[in-house]
């Protein structure tokens, strides 16, 4: 059983973005930029928006938190959002997710400029991204596949079943596996809450590599898996002890696979790295860098 290291991955690959932009700013041009929108209190966005900004300023970014109370309506929040749209200092936008329930979250992500949409969540690149054209991809999603790239796990002609059918992980990733992408060609299932048990167990008993992203500890235990199964663990799941897992039972599953995801330190990590991909390439696109 080998480790599929989200840090040591994300950890080069924001180095090398560090590289890139201290050339272009010692080429005269001004920095990176990614604002944050954060609404309201809620403990989890707190420690996902803390990672993103860390990481902003060791990829060279700058970056902005734009704390709004929980009582803002749809309209005051559509208005910031206009608001950055127009302002040609930021390259990259980002409403954290969830929202309060009194704000329709499509709504929301409907009315960032795709162009500054570096979730990768905006119909249009989601559309761009599905039709197989140039677009800000899902950051988890596109963390994953450069995880996979950065070990040479190939996926061409792979049966991948992914578990959860999410509009964030599981039906981008789904596709994107499923594309004819540079990490993509592979055969893919895409099972969710109404997969009958019976047919879940039998793809991913024979799937070379499962994804999973439902949220519930354990889920995922060594029956469910054949040997030599590669393993990507999406959950985040905080226990009553405080202790931070993922959807899979690790300790009884990973002895049987060939590569694994840690939680944390898996795609954690990379998708805040690949959230800094997809910032850069906003950067490059906006001072025609590409
Ligand atoms: P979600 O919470 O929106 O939905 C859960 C999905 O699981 C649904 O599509 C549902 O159909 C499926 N599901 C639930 N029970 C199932 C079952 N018994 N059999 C098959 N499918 C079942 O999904 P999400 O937003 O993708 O989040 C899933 C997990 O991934 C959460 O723990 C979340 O915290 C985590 N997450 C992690 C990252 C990361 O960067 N690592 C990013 C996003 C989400």
């Not at 596996?177 to 060609?185: K, T, V």
Request: net charge neutral.
């Amino acid at each position: 059983m080998n480790i599929l290291d989200g840090k040591k991955c994300a950890d080069s690959l924001i180095a090398e973005i560090g590289k890139k932009v201290s050339g272009y700013v010692q080429g005269g041009l001004r920095k990176p930029h990614m604002t944050i929108i954060l609404v309201g209190e809620h403990a989890p966005s707190e420690s996902y928006v803390k990672s993103k900004i860390t990481t902003s300023g060791l990829s060279g970014f700058e970056s902005e938190l734009i704390r709004l109370p929980e009582s803002i309506r749809e309209e005051e929040l559509l208005a910031r959002i206009r608001e950055i749209n127009e302002d040609h200092t930021t390259d990259g936008l980002i409403v954290q997710l969830p929202l309060p329930k009194h704000i329709n979250p499509q709504n929301i992500i409907n009315a960032i400029d795709p162009a500054k949409d570096i979730d990768g969540f905006h119909p249009t690149n989601f559309g761009k991204m599905t039709l197989g054209q140039k677009a800000f991809r899902p950051a988890t999603a596109y963390g994953i596949c450069k995880l996979l790239q950065y070990y040479s796990i190939p996926t061409k002609a792979k049966h991948v079943v992914v578990i959860g059918r999410s509009n964030i992980v599981g039906k981008p990733i789904s596709i994107m596996l499923a594309n004819d992408f540079d990490i993509g060609n592979a055969t893919v299932t895409l099972t969710h809450i109404e997969t009958p048990r019976e047919l879940l167990l039998e793809m991913t008993r024979v799937a070379d590599i499962v994804i999973v992203a439902v949220g519930i500890p354990g889920f995922v235990t060594p029956d469910m898996v054949k040997e030599g199964a590669v393993l990507i663990d999406v959950g985040i799941n905080r226990l009553e002890s405080g202790k931070l897992v993922g959807d899979v039972d690790f300790d009884a599953v990973a002895p049987k696979c060939s590569w694994i995801t840690p939680v944390p330190g898996g795609v954690g990590r990379m998708t805040v790295a690949a959230l800094m991909i997809n910032t850069l390439n906003a950067y490059q696109n906006n001072f025609n860098l590409v």
